[in-house]
């Protein structure tokens, strides 16, 4: 069975950094694309960054563009998101998804999902 398991979040102030991963198993890992969502409290899930499987080529949400990188590594099976610069409007629960079409902004382009980390940014 496919899981999906993220970690890393915790409390940051503005202006700083975490590392977000996403271990995947039960899948043949570099045959799905990868994407990273987030939900903030009241607001419906939001994309945030994506990459293939093949190619590694990656996509980021124009708000999180030059602050935020989608890495992975196929050898161990792990997706990564870099965020720096943090912002108090980046709080929310952050998941990760693997598409096996390919790597989309729609979260209905993903097969399985993640339970997500929270990630806050105190002002």
């Known amino acids: 069975q496919v899981q999906l398991v993220e970690s890393g979040g915790g409390l940051v102030q503005a202006g700083g950094s975490l590392r977000l991963s996403c271990v995947a198993s039960?899948?043949?890992?570099?045959?799905?694309?990868m994407g990273w969502f987030r939900q903030a409290p009241g607001k419906e899930r939001e994309f945030v960054a994506a990459?293939?499987?093949?190619?590694?080529?990656?996509y980021h949400a124009d708000s999180v563009k030059r602050r935020f990188t989608i890495s992975r590594d196929n050898a161990k099976n792990t997706v990564y998101l870099q965020m720096d610069s943090l912002k108090p409007e980046d709080t929310a629960v952050y998941y990760c998804?693997?598409?096996?079409?390919?790597?989309?902004?729609?979260?209905?382009?993903?097969?399985?999902w993640g339970q997500g980390t929270q990630v806050t940014v105190a002002s």
């Open positions: 998804a693997a598409s096996v079409s390919g790597s989309y902004a729609r979260t209905d382009m993903y097969d399985y």
């Open positions: 039960g899948l043949t890992f570099s045959r799905y694309g």
């Open positions: 990459i293939r499987g093949s190619s590694g080529s990656t």
